[in-house]
C-alpha cells in the first residue's frame, strides 16, 4: 500500500471515529434532553394540578363558611323541643278546620345533634272527605314546623275516607 491509501485511511478512519463519537454523543444528549423534558412536563402537570387542588380546597372552605352560616340559620328556624308541645294542636286545629276527625300520637324521638335537627315521630289517625285531606295536607306542610310525611294510607268507607299518616317533625 502507499503512503496516500494509508493517509487516506487513517483519515477515512479518523473521520469516521469523529462521526461514529458525534453521532453516540447525540443520541446519548437527545436522550438527556428527552427524559428532561418529560420530568418537566410530569412536573408542570404536577403543578397545574396543585394549583386546581388549591383552587377547590379554597372554594371549599369559602363553600363551608357558607354552609355554615346557612345551617345555623336553618337550625334556628326550626322550633325548639319545647314548642313541639303545640303541634299536636296546631294539627287538629287544621283538622277541624278542614272538618277531618283527628286523633294524634307521638311515637320516637331521635335527640338533635350539632350536624342533624331532632326528629319525633308521630301518627295520625284521620277521616273525611278525600279533598279535605287534601287541603289538611298542604296546610300541614306549609304551616310552621317542618313536617315530612312518610306514609299515607287511605282507606275509602263509602264516600268518606279513613287516614293513616306517619311522619316526621323536626326541631332543634
Known sequence: MTDFNRWLLKNIGVASGVILALVALTILL???????????????RDLVERSEVFNYLATLRFDSERAKKLSDQLQNSLPTKDQLIGFSKNLENL??????????????EV????LAPGI????????GSYSNFLRFLKAAESGQYFVNFTLLDLIQKGKEFEITMRGKVFSQ
Do not use: P
Not at 437527545?30 to 408542570?44: K, P
Not at 319525633?120 to 277521616?127: K, P, Q, V
Open 30 to 44: 437527545g436522550n438527556d434532553i428527552s427524559r428532561r423534558l418529560d420530568t418537566v412536563i410530569r412536573q408542570r
Open 111 to 114: 335527640l338533635s345533634t350539632d
Open 95 to 108: 283538622a277541624k278546620d278542614n272538618q277531618l276527625g283527628f286523633g294524634f300520637q307521638f311515637e320516637s
Open 120 to 127: 319525633n315521630n308521630f301518627t295520625i289517625t284521620s277521616n
